[in-house]
Structures are given as structure tokens and as C-alpha cells.
């Protein structure tokens, strides 16, 4: 288990979206697993892009033409993107997942070697 209190990162500006602040608490593995913290102020608009889970924890606005509010979650595949455009402040939790066409299956002779 990773055990983490968000109170110990800071928010930092996201480049090109002004309005977001980000705290990314961590990348793991060689596969860069992550998560991260992303805060918006009213009329903020957010692009969230790359293989991850996205839960709204606080706020409400719209998102690719229909609703978000609280609890709200979203899957996007590698490739894949969508604009939160936030109605008040808001906040969204990413859970990045792994890279899937960066693992490669271990070849015979390094299972061999385990």
C-alpha cells in the first residue's frame, strides 16, 4: 500500500490551462502508473487526456455537451481526451493507468532467470 495526505503537496499552475492547478502525488512503476489532484476555479475550462480514471470530488459544469457534478467518473484510453468546463470550483482526482503499449511480455529465457 502507498499512503499519502494530499496536505503535504502543493498546488502548481498547469501549463496552458489557466484556472487549473495540479498536484501530482506520485508516478509509479516503470509502466507510470500515477495520480494526481487537479483544482478548478469557476469558468476554468480542463483537458483531461491520457489512459486514466477521472473522479470529480467537489464542483459541477459540463463536460464533452452534457452534465458533471460530484462523483462523476470518466475512463479515457491512451489517445483519447475530454474538456471539463467548470461551472464553480471544482476538483478532479486522476488515477493514471498503466501504458499498455509499453509493457512487452518478459521473453522465455528472463522468466528462466527469475
Known sequence: PILMDPRNYRWMPLDGAP???EKALGTFTDCSI???LYKLDPGAAFTATGRGVYVVLAGRGELEGGPYARFTALHLE???SAVYR???A???LL???PEIARMRAPA???LAET
Do not use: H, P, Q, S
Request: proline share 0%; net charge negative.
Open 19 to 21: 484556472g487549473v492547478e
Open 34 to 36: 500515477r495520480a494526481a
Open 78 to 80: 491512451t489517445g483519447e
Open 86 to 88: 467548470c461551472a464553480g
Open 90 to 92: 471544482g476538483e478532479i
Open 95 to 97: 488515477l493514471g493507468l
Open 108 to 110: 522465455v529465457a528472463e
